[in-house]
């Protein structure tokens, strides 16, 4: 070490040694170190953007190292309950035994990782179950929890609130016995519809997770009436879990009739997860027919397609009634994103709510087969063509009667996919009249265009000009934003350049508007 390093790393050990001398961390009132261990104790908070976060939540018990920095530290940690309500069960039962003790009367947030442990822990489970507030049983590394709580069935555990479980369990949610819950995730798990409490429940996420044979639903009236219990309920997610559809069942005659509709005030998020069939009715429309949604309800639509047979796209799956699906007037932006293998539409309203339908391919094949571009955007447009859809973005190139439908549009932005051809014909349509009498264009209000990935050649910009100016001649006002984003490719100018080639379409933009050409990257 050398002697400047070495003087200054003394004077920084003294400068330390004087301020614990001030202050030092054994004599921390007690408040302050319960809340700073919480904090340290606290599980990490799940990622957003993971729908599965639930499944593998992290024990983490590095916390315990401020037990062994001093005597008055141990001693917080060690009185202090609410540090060891949060129970992490792997294989170490004495570990279980030492939490029940030290949290003392606390309520219990046990989350069991290991079925031979959940198993040997039957008798203090049991004595302990009144306190169990938050319960994990996760799978083992044989994917599977058959069993692992069989001896708490018909055990009251009264304060129970939120049950996550992976596999079948052997314990069921029950009204009697878990009349506080509020929180029921299950994933490849038996589910007994008729047996789930709804006073309080508030998140239902089901995965893979259905009634067995015994406790089927008999048809989409009774699980209707079912679902109509759950008033409370916030967040629904059925991800290959709507208990209606049996191939057997489904073709027996009533078997999708209904009057009922329902309505659940307090629904904000809606998840259906499924696959067309060309066998039985859309599950996911029979039950979206029936459901009255609030405005500020935000729909996720996943769709698997394999088989192909009697496919219609969006008018197939979604319901046709405004009053109950209020996305069909309140629409107010809309886009489409069109893959190799999937294509997802998205729709927002002012008020926050968004509707998202994903249809992806699940065995072989392309999705412009099963679903074209243009058929996806002519059914968005006749869906959604009494909304005030002032902002679109689509991929592809619009038909002039999709353009008709939408004369409210103030924003559009066009993925052109760097083809000439697509290019082409999105100048045609834009330039074609409104079908109106008057003779005035397509998309009267439009503002602002954004068209991206356009495909370079030299006479990309007059076309460009030409095209707006057979709008003006049509009554078409001015645009205050006007972007082109070039594709890569041979012989395409640089920025620069660009830039002084749009003199042609300066006139067809306000004075103090954006007017922007540049390279793609």
Not at 12 to 37: C, D, G, K, Q, Y
Not at 39 to 50: F, K, N
Not at 92 to 106: A, I, Q
Not at 236 to 253: E, K, T
Request: charged fraction near 25%; hydrophobic fraction near 45%.
């Amino acid at each position: 070490m050398s002697r400047p390093f070495r003087a200054t790393h003394l004077s920084r050990v003294a400068l330390l040694r004087a301020a614990n001398a001030l202050a030092p961390i054994n004599i921390l009132p007690r408040e302050v170190l319960v809340e700073v261990f919480s904090i340290l104790a606290a599980s990490p908070p799940p990622d957003e953007d993971e729908d599965q976060w639930w499944q593998e939540p992290d024990g983490d018990l590095k916390w315990l190292a401020v037990t062994e920095v001093c005597h008055h530290w141990y001693d917080v940690a060690r009185h202090t309950p609410t540090l060891w309500q949060v129970i992490d069960v792997y294989t170490n039962v004495e570990w279980l035994k030492l939490c029940f003790e030290r949290s003392v009367d606390v309520p219990l947030d046990i989350r069991f990782h290991d079925r031979h442990a959940a198993e040997d822990a039957q008798d203090i489970v049991i004595r302990h179950a009144s306190r169990i507030s938050k319960l994990y049983v996760l799978p083992g590394e044989d994917c599977s929890s058959l069993g692992w709580l069989h001896y708490l069935r018909k055990i009251p555990l009264p304060l129970l609130k939120e049950f996550n479980v992976v596999g079948g369990p052997g314990l069921r949610v029950d009204r009697t016995c878990h009349p506080a819950l509020e929180i029921f995730r299950a994933a490849t798990s038996d589910v007994a519809w008729n047996s789930i409490p709804v006073e309080h429940l508030r998140v239902l996420d089901l995965e893979m997770s259905m009634p067995s044979f015994k406790d089927r639903v008999p048809n989409l009236d009774a699980f209707l009436r079912i679902l109509g219990s759950f008033q409370k309920l916030e967040y629904l997610d059925l991800n290959f879990s709507i208990p209606v559809g049996d191939l057997l069942a489904a073709r027996q005659p009533g078997y999708w009739d209904s009057s009922l509709l329902i309505h659940l005030p307090r629904l904000h998020k809606l998840r259906f997860s499924s696959n067309h069939s060309s066998h039985v009715e859309c599950d996911v429309l029979a039950v979206l027919s029936h459901l009255r949604l609030a405005r500020s309800t935000s729909v996720d639509i996943w769709m698997g397609l394999e088989d192909l047979e009697n496919f219609r796209g969006l008018p197939g799956l979604l319901p046709q009634d405004s009053n109950n699906f209020p996305f069909l007037l309140d629409a107010t932006s809309a886009s489409i994103h069109h893959g190799t293998r999937k294509v997802v539409f998205t729709v927002r309203v002012d008020s926050g709510a968004t509707l998202s339908v994903r249809y992806e391919m699940v065995a072989g094949g392309l999705m412009k087969d099963a679903y074209s571009p243009d058929d996806a955007l002519f059914h968005l447009c006749t869906l959604f063509s009494k909304a005030q859809i002032t902002r679109l973005n689509i991929p592809c190139p619009a038909f002039v009667g999709a353009f008709r439908m939408l004369s409210g549009l103030q924003l559009l932005t066009v993925s052109l996919g760097g083809r000439k051809r697509d290019l082409v014909r999105f100048l045609s349509a834009l330039s074609a009249d409104g079908g109106r009498y008057d003779g005035g264009a397509v998309l009267p209000a439009l503002r602002g265009l954004d068209l991206t990935h356009v495909s370079w050649k030299e006479t990309m910009l007059e076309d460009l000009a030409k095209c707006l100016r057979t709008r003006a001649a049509r009554n078409a006002a001015k645009l205050s934003v006007l972007r082109i984003e070039v594709a890569p490719g041979k012989n395409v100018p640089n920025d620069e350049d660009l830039e002084d080639m749009l003199d042609e379409l300066a006139p067809f933009v306000e004075d103090y508007g954006h007017l922007e050409c540049h390279n793609g990257l």
